[in-house]
């Protein structure tokens, strides 16, 4: 019942219930309070018998038994007629009301119908008839209008009261509802006109609160890849700006003589401008198909590939000592190529000139490939921070090359795999960068 509670269209429908039900008892109530002969039989019966007390004998005349009734009309606006034991008329005063059924021998209700005999179009509504049987054998019928009942309220007003009882009870419902709807449309419609920040308050537990929850996410998510690309490119331009600065300065210097020295520097800082440029396109791929759908897409053009290999050739070219054990997963060969050979020049570029080395270690599930480095370490305050684009460590400078995105990659392309990256210290000084791919 708990997770049901928490259902919105649940509470609706127990809320709609609920109104039915506070309809039917209030209709009820006003039937019983307007319309009820039940409730008005006291009443009528105690009126007949007041007026009955009131007329003359049967032996005197008739219109004096006329007079008595006709005060009695006027003081209660009902309508009575008075009858001998076969059902003749001898007064009346108002509206004619129906006789009395003579096989009955005592007091009971006639007229039950919509119109009591006599009646004529345009006439107010009217209640049943009441007998009196008399004790000389005469009959007292008396009839009251439903005006003359003095009820606090009538019909209509009855059922105004009931709407507004009913609008009332489900108003504070509705209300929450559409309140937290309307603080969900104002920050959809902030995050639209720019404001990154816009976020929602979650209340409670339902479908609404989960769709805040869902907005939130996607805000924060929106917000975080919209400073990253501005960060790529803030990053960017300045990187660009160092080796364009070396390449005027070169080619001012060769106007100015025969300089082979400055050729080759000309010659370094393009290849470097180049593979920043090649580095920036592929963060900007990886970023890009970062979202599930185009995830499982790339995922589902993985191939089988001999990861051992991949390691084992990128450990050799870079002078690395390698050990490990035969594995095979799914996955971009270019891409994890990159992986490692990034994570090589890293530990060659910080590591000194102690070797590098590299394990292969298969698991149950998956593999991790640790790269070990004997450099100056990492603070732990910046082991998450390495892996953004552009950051590099206290202590690192340009003069050691790197543009600093190839650790981000790095991540992205762990991440594209469906693994992770960590950095760790290393006993006896060092780094170890340890990378985590699933096996299928």
Same mark, same amino acid.
């Given at each position: ?125 009217? +209640?049943?008839?009441? $007998? !009196?049987?008399? #004790?000389? /054998?005469?009959?007292?019928?008396? &009839? @009251?209008?439903? *005006?003359? =009942? ?8 009855? +059922?105004?009261?009931? $709407? !507004?009882?009913? #609008?009332? /009870?489900?108003?504070?419902?509705? &209300? @929450?509802?559409? *309140?937290? =709807? ?8 902030? +995050?639209?006109?720019?404001? !990154? ?244």
């Amino acid at each position: 019942m708990t997770r049901w509670a928490h259902r919105l269209w649940w509470r609706i429908w127990l809320a709609t219930i609920a109104a039915i039900v506070v309809v039917a008892i209030l209709a009820v109530a006003v039937w019983r309070t307007l319309f009820d002969p039940t409730q008005i039989g006291s009443g009528t019966a105690t009126l007949v018998s007041s007026v009955a007390a009131e007329l003359p004998g049967s032996d005197a005349p008739a219109a004096t038994a006329q007079e008595a009734l006709e005060r009695a009309h006027a003081r209660s606006d009902a309508d009575f007629g008075l009858f001998d034991s076969s059902g003749r008329v001898v007064a009346r005063a108002g509206r004619p009301v129906p006789p009395p059924r003579l096989d009955e021998d005592d007091s009971h209700w006639v007229g039950w119908h919509a119109r009591g005999e006599g009646a004529e179009p345009g006439d107010r509504p009217r +209640l049943p008839a009441y $007998a !009196l049987k008399l #004790a000389d /054998g005469r009959w007292l019928v008396a &009839r @009251r209008s439903v *005006r003359s =009942l003095h009820r606090p309220v009538g019909p209509w007003s009855a +059922l105004v009261l009931l $709407a !507004l009882a009913v #609008a009332a /009870g489900t108003y504070p419902i509705v &209300r @929450r509802l559409t *309140r937290r =709807l309307e603080r969900l449309q104002q920050s959809v419609e902030r +995050l639209g006109g720019g404001d !990154l920040t816009a976020r929602v308050p979650v209340e409670g537990r339902d479908e609404v609160a989960r769709l805040a929850t869902s907005f939130n996410h996607a805000a924060a998510r929106i917000e975080q890849l919209v400073q990253a690309h501005r960060g790529l490119l803030a990053n960017a331009s300045h990187e660009l700006r160092s080796p364009l600065a070396r390449v005027r300065m070169g080619v001012e210097l060769m106007r100015s003589g025969d300089r082979p020295d400055v050729a080759q520097e000309i010659a370094r800082d393009i290849a470097e401008l180049d593979a920043l440029i090649d580095e920036i396109l592929l963060m900007s791929r990886l970023e890009s198909s970062a979202r599930a759908t185009d995830a499982a897409a790339a995922r589902a053009r993985f191939e089988l590939l001999d990861f051992t290999a991949i390691v084992a050739e990128e450990s050799a070219r870079a002078g690395a000592e390698f050990d490990g054990t035969t594995v095979t997963l799914p996955g971009d060969g270019r891409l994890l190529r990159r992986l490692v050979r990034n994570l090589l020049d890293n530990a060659h570029r910080y590591g000194g000139d102690a070797p590098v080395e590299v394990a292969l270690v298969r698991g149950a599930r998956d593999v991790v490939l640790s790269v070990r480095d004997r450099g100056p370490g990492v603070p732990e305050t910046e082991r998450e921070r390495i892996f953004e684009p552009f950051y590099r460590a206290n202590g690192a400078s340009e003069k050691a090359g790197g543009v600093g995105l190839g650790l981000a990659l790095v991540r992205s392309i762990a991440h594209q795999h469906g693994g992770s990256v960590a950095c760790l210290a290393r006993d006896g000084g060092g780094s170890e960068f340890r990378v985590t791919l699933p096996m299928a």
